[in-house]
């Protein structure tokens, strides 16, 4: 949240009577995960959206690179870095949990 397109998006939520609440806590992966675990869970782990994106299957980037939608790839990827999923548990049986992410840049092929 801490950059142009993160005030941007605020400013546009505000100006429709949306504040985000709690968006102190949402300002990297590392708050996100912070917030969690002083709430008394025992860990937990953030991915943003990119991450999440190039953890997909090749075949299936390619297939959501082809929607019309998604023309932009550059404006995706400044989307993609502003959401995240973080999951938090308690105990042990969740400790290890990881994505797996190809090698590679995120880069959208979008012909």
């Known amino acids: 949240m801490n950059d142009r ?15 985000l609440a ?4 949402c300002l990297s992966l590392d708050t996100q995960i912070s917030r969690f675990v ?6 937990a782990r953030s991915w943003d959206m990119c991450q999440i994106y190039d953890s997909l299957p090749m075949s299936e ?10 023309d932009e790839g550059e404006l995706l990827i400044q989307l993609f870095q502003h959401y995240c ?10 400790q ?12 959208l092929m979008i012909d």
């Open 85 to 94: 999923i973080t999951v938090a548990w308690n105990g042990e049986l969740f």
């Open 61 to 70: 980037r390619h297939r959501i690179e082809k929607i019309e939608m998604l």
């Open 38 to 43: 002083q709430c008394g869970w025992t860990g």
């Open 5 to 19: 397109f993160g005030d941007v998006m605020l400013n546009n939520l505000r100006a429709r009577g949306c504040n």
């Open 96 to 107: 290890d949990i990881e994505i797996t992410v190809e090698k590679r840049l995120s880069t």
């Open 22 to 25: 709690g968006v102190e806590a």
